[in-house]
């Protein structure tokens, strides 16, 4: 991969590049099958993720960060998935969904007690919105916070939390005033060890295997009012924002994800031969090469580009929902096309479990579902584009 001329890496997104790429290709990528076929969750490498800052890359310094920009986290994300999606999400969720809600939203307190350990990588961050009937419409959620006193009392049932089975800290959105739909709900910060907590089911899912995703079940879980994140009613304006950090880690996800189909494509399309020459000079191969490749630069361009306009933000205030729903669309997208080429390009080994390309195959499919369906994000973009809420 060569670095786009439209945008200017500094060496240290260079160096921050090249320290992920080296570690996903020598602690990851060996690793990488074996943790798919167990659906193992792979908590030595990302404990040695958190110590080399990959777990908190924006996070300042001062609650256990990195302290780095956008551009630094897609770079380390896209090496990272590139050797493994299920890994590269696990970071995705605790950069994105989880501490940049607390950054942006949290309290001074909040963000030493429930950021900075999650930052150094000591703890697993998660973040749920989702629950069994409330996908999408998040007005219509059933789970329910009631006020009592300096706490409240949480109940409800919550789906496909992505890290529901080993977070440490949950952000968790219900309802406070449910007759407001999305201005009734609210944003709290749960401790796994709560009474009243409870893991559910662990889903056995067709990729990212080894990024373990639960249920949660919320029983009279007392919480704490300070643990409320901004105030009452403020829970769907956090989560949509906090969404849209979310979709630019995705869209790095797709993108190291179809890097890594398009590799492996390329290069057996430069070795396997048919009827006496490389099967890449045949047009019906050689074209799939070239639109995957088109789609990949095209996608690290709008991903660049939504990653700056967060960057922004930071001093603006300015939303960037069109720019992320644009490259998590695009990324998504991708990732499956060249997914799917480079299977058919292997032919019967890309069906195969001895190569990683059905892997990539697998893992493609999901990012172009969490974090909002492609169908969501066209929504997005055509509201924004034609001045609709």
Request: glycine fraction near 10%; charge should be neutral; include cysteine.
């Amino acid at each position: 991969m060569s670095d786009l001329a439209i945008f200017q890496l500094t060496d240290e997104h260079k160096m921050i590049r090249d320290t992920a790429r080296d570690f996903a290709e020598n602690e990851i990528a060996p690793i990488a099958a074996r943790f798919d076929e167990s659906g193992e969750f792979p908590h030595a490498t990302i404990q040695k993720m958190g110590a080399m800052g990959f777990m908190g890359i924006e996070v300042p310094e001062e609650f256990g960060g990195a302290g780095m920009d956008t551009l630094s986290y897609v770079l380390a994300l896209e090496e990272i998935c590139k050797a493994d999606a299920a890994h590269g999400v696990i970071m995705s969720v605790n950069n994105s969904l989880y501490a940049y809600g607390l950054i942006k939203f949290g309290t001074s307190d909040q963000k030493k007690r429930f950021l900075t350990p999650v930052a150094a990588g000591k703890s697993i961050g998660a973040y749920s919105l989702t629950e069994p009937m409330s996908g999408s419409d998040a007005g219509t959620m059933k789970s329910r916070a009631v006020r009592d006193g300096d706490f409240y009392i949480l109940n409800g049932r919550k789906s496909w939390v992505t890290s529901g089975p080993v977070a440490d800290y949950i952000v968790v959105f219900m309802m406070t005033s449910p007759e407001k739909k999305q201005k009734g709900i609210s944003a709290f910060m749960v401790e796994a060890k709560t009474p009243g907590f409870i893991r559910g089911k662990k889903e056995p899912k067709l990729g990212i295997r080894a990024s373990a995703t639960s249920e949660l079940i919320f029983e009279n879980c007392r919480v704490p009012v300070e643990n409320m994140i901004g105030a009452e009613g403020e829970g769907f304006k956090i989560a949509m924002t906090v969404l849209d950090a979310g979709r630019i880690g995705i869209g790095a996800q797709a993108l190291g994800i179809a890097e890594a189909a398009y590799e492996a494509a390329r290069q057996y399309a430069s070795e396997r031969e048919a009827f006496g020459q490389p099967i890449g000079a045949f047009q019906g191969t050689g074209f799939k090469i070239a639109d995957m490749k088109t789609r990949i630069e095209a996608s690290r361009l709008l991903i660049y580009n939504a990653a700056l306009a967060k960057e922004r933000s930071k001093t603006s205030g300015e939303r960037f929902s069109l720019e992320a729903s644009m490259a998590k669309l695009f990324a998504s997208e991708t990732a499956m096309f060249c997914a799917h080429q480079a299977v058919q390009i292997h032919g019967g080994l890309g069906y195969s479990k001895e190569l990683p390309v059905e892997r990539y195959f697998r893992d493609a499919k999901i990012t172009e579902i969490y974090e909002g369906t492609s169908e969501i994000q066209r929504m997005v973009i055509s509201r924004a584009e034609l001045g609709l809420k």
